[in-house]
């Protein structure tokens, strides 16, 4: 493990800057976000969940497909250096190999390279995440239930602990390695320093509650589909949609066009299966025009079609839902109703 | 990497109203770039798209043997779908495809085939007829049930006429209410299923409105078709066409990529499927 002085931090940073694109978390008016930073002066490290996740670095509330003219169709052209994200937390950097088993293939099917998404191809494959560790969680955060926690290195390429004096790295992928290999950073860290991580990390996991077994979560959820149990859960829901446009891993979408004549350009847009029109058909015909339905999609989805499909439950246990529901509806409570049931 | 968001071009080749009130159109495309040509099997469909409008699946009409056109019929119902009724013989339109899966016409072979419609989404289902009756031979004994609200709303009407001569072809036409000069069935489509003694060793595909697919499997059941010998189409709002967008899921399956033909066997395994 090597280190840097957190007053070497705007250097290192500055440094990154050269080859990467860098996003990190800023705050956005009165929101938190992942930006792309101009200066190294902008990143707060001490934001924890921002408040919009930074699955819009990837996959950006909207997002131009193509522009089409009398001549044809065109990709917009995007910026050619690789993404590095700093301060990405374990909730989001796990988030992102659940998305790009969504955008990156398709479960089940023979022909592969059809149903990859370039878009987000693109920007992930070549993407640098610095994971950096929670010291102090949240009261929302519930990582722990899904086998993550604030210092675990899921999903990362390099894995930073920030100490009080210093950011300590270590190399997680081998894309991790090759960048520390190369970066120039030679202050090794102290076997003092590496068993400060060790408290740091004992300090952080008793900032959370206590674990949930969700083991039986997927099993459940299939058996009490007809149950009146939904109407319960789904009572509290205004289907204001907020959950998925802040989850880390919801990323269902609308495609719209906007144009006129023979100018225009095709375009894909954040949607939420919490809205009525989402399944509307033409017709008129809703499969999904009751809110129980739709709530019971949304924790169906997370809790057991993902599963599924994938082997993995769609939630990182992030809490940014229970944060910014209006309702107050509280996705731990609903998981655990639902167990328990 | 394959871009599968972008659609090529087709050229609007022939146009032909199917009912008249204009409801029902069917579009023949052809290809502008030969390159774009690809293989399908019945029952899958496309992402049919005007620039500026919008883009809507629907199912392919035509047959792989029926070459270098795609045919596609198209209820006026929506946005979409009312821009590409407003669309002339020469115009330029955009395809994804093909998307989905298929009949498992492969299972069909040496066997009877039993094909039962209703409405306008006897799309595929002509597909299949067609792609069949291409390849007669390796089907057996096929059996049509075909049911419309009223005599008009037929599609294919011309191809109808056709089928009707043929010996080795049994096609049941039925309509919802009696109407002065219609000599053939009267009935629902589940009833008339029932009263047309079919066979039960044969396979079956169902394509209809969602009402309709409900009612006429279980009366399958009943005559004593197993679940894994029937399959259906379904049709969810789409998007993406590719399992990604997450709107068209019954259950964990996705109609664009698992779907949209599923057997009953499948279908009752997931609780919203009908």
Sequence with gaps: ?341 | MKNTYIPFQMKVKKIYTESPDRTLKTFDLSYVNKDDKFNFLPGQFCEFSILGKGESPFGIASSPTEEDILKFTVNRTGSVTNEIHYLQEGDIVGIRGPLGNWYPVEKFKGQDVVIIGGGFAFTTLRSLLVYMLGHRKDYGKITVVYGARNPDLFIYKDEIKEWEKRDDLTLHLTIDNPVKGWNKLTGFVPTVTKEVSLDPTSWCVVCGPPIMIKYTLPVLTEIGFPDEKIYTSLERRMKCGIGKCGRCNIGSKYVCIDGPVFSYEEIKKIPEAL
């Design chain 1, 1 to 341: 493990m090597i280190k840097i002085k957190k007053s070497e931090f705007n250097k290192f940073i500055e440094n990154l800057q050269k080859n990467y694109s860098v996003f990190a978390p800023v705050k956005d008016g009165k929101a938190t976000a992942f930006k792309k930073i101009k200066s190294a002066k902008d990143i707060n490290n001490k934001i924890l969940n921002t408040k919009r996740s930074p699955k819009e670095i990837f996959f950006p509330q909207s997002e131009v497909l193509f522009q089409y003219t009398e001549k044809g169709m065109e990709v917009p052209k995007r910026e050619e250096k690789p993404f590095a994200i700093w301060g990405m937390r374990n909730c989001d950097t796990k988030s992102l190999l659940m998305l790009d088993k969504v955008f990156g293939e398709a479960h089940q099917m023979p022909k592969k390279d059809m149903y990859k998404d370039p878009y987000w191809k693109k920007k992930y494959d070549n993407c640098l995440v610095f994971n950096l560790a929670c010291n102090e969680p949240l009261s929302t955060c519930f990582c722990n239930w899904f086998d993550g926690g604030p210092f675990d290195k899921t999903g990362s390429d390099i894995f930073v602990v920030e100490t009080d004096e210093n950011y300590i790295f270590e190399a997680v992928s081998d894309k991790g390695k090759n960048f520390l290999n190369d970066c120039k950073i030679t202050e090794n860290a102290s076997d003092k320093e590496i068993k400060k991580i060790e408290k740091l990390k004992k300090t952080a996991e008793s900032y959370l509650s206590e674990k949930e077994d969700i083991s039986s979560l997927f099993s459940k959820t299939k058996e009490i589909w007809e149950e009146p149990i939904w109407d319960e859960i789904a009572a509290k829901c205004v289907n204001c949609g907020a959950c998925a446009f802040v989850c880390p891993t919801c990323h269902c979408f609308d495609v719209s066009d906007e144009g006129k004549g023979k100018k225009g350009k095709r375009i894909r847009l954040w949607d939420s299966c919490m809205f009525t029109i989402f399944t509307k058909e033409a017709s008129g015909h809703n499969p999904r025009s009751q809110s129980t339905q739709r709530v019971r999609q949304r924790v169906m989805h997370k809790y057991n079609y993902f599963m599924d499909n994938y082997g993995e439950h769609l939630c990182t246990g992030c809490g940014r839902c229970v944060i910014i529901c209006p309702a107050n509806l509280d996705i731990r409570e609903v998981i655990k109703k639902i167990i328990r049931y």
